[in-house]
């Protein structure tokens, strides 16, 4: 008796063991295809990251730069998609942490002194904000947009892509400009970097080449290793296939 009750239990469990396996089958031929494909994507990442060869700029920024670069160009967002501006404040404002590069020629155009803003730290930036008049700066993804002429002179305007971090970038008059406390000599004469109101601003020196270069509708990536930002970000977190030139 209870041999007969095994047997009918194995044989109702073998009639759907084809459909078993077949579900799993496809299951598993799509978790091997997104892995290769997430692969090969991380491999061309790295490549490019090779090629560039700038030491200065951390490879795990560089790659969070990308996704987010990704991200953009597939959604139609850049008009210029040969250049990626990267911002990194987890460096010192003592140190060149504003990085251009030519994608589609492997290299470095600009490696530059940036400040941040007034409230977002002194030689380190480590608060960020969203909100109007916090005079802190912004992380995330922005889409370059026109030049204008306003009270710090030729400036370029930025429309932040990311809801919570950047996305009131526009209305708050954040943009890149020049600044004269922006320069080796401030730093020398005051130990550090001058500050913004939350303004990616550069040295007055250069603003002309630098906003010429990347006006017009190029990525430009502020970062830092706020735990928030990195577990919250559409870009970051996105599973688009890295996209190269």
């Not at 759907?16 to 090969?40: A, G, V």
């Not at 947009?145 to 209305?171: P, R, V």
């Amino acid at each position: 008796m209870i041999n007969t009750i095994i047997g009918l239990i194995f044989t109702f469990y073998l009639s759907f063991l084809p459909d078993f396996i077949n579900s799993n089958s496809d299951y598993i031929k799509n978790e091997k295809r997104n892995f290769l494909t997430e692969n090969q994507s991380a491999k061309n990442t790295l490549k490019l990251y090779q090629d560039v060869d700038n030491k200065n700029i951390n490879f795990n920024v560089f790659e969070n730069a990308i996704k987010g670069y990704s991200q953009l160009l597939k959604n139609g967002d850049l008009t210029n998609e040969n250049l990626l501006s990267i911002i990194d404040f987890s460096k010192s404002a003592n140190e060149k942490r504003f990085f251009i590069l030519d994608l589609k020629n492997k290299k470095t155009v600009f490696e530059e002194y940036v400040a941040h803003g007034t409230k977002s730290g002194v030689v380190f930036a480590t608060k960020f904000s969203n909100n109007k008049h916090s005079n802190q700066s912004s992380l995330g993804f922005y889409v370059t947009g026109k030049t204008y002429k306003g009270k710090n002179g030729f400036s370029l305007k930025l429309h932040g892509k990311e809801k919570d971090f950047n996305s009131n970038a526009y209305e708050r008059g954040v943009v890149i400009h020049g600044a004269n406390y922006v320069s080796e000599k401030f730093i020398k004469q005051n130990g550090r970097l001058g500050r913004s109101f939350g303004c990616p601003a550069i040295n007055e020196n250069i603003k002309f080449e630098i906003i010429e270069q990347i006006k017009n509708g190029t990525c430009l990536f502020i970062y830092y290793p706020d735990k928030e930002y990195i577990s919250k970000s559409k870009f970051l977190n996105s599973k688009v296939k890295s996209s190269f030139i």
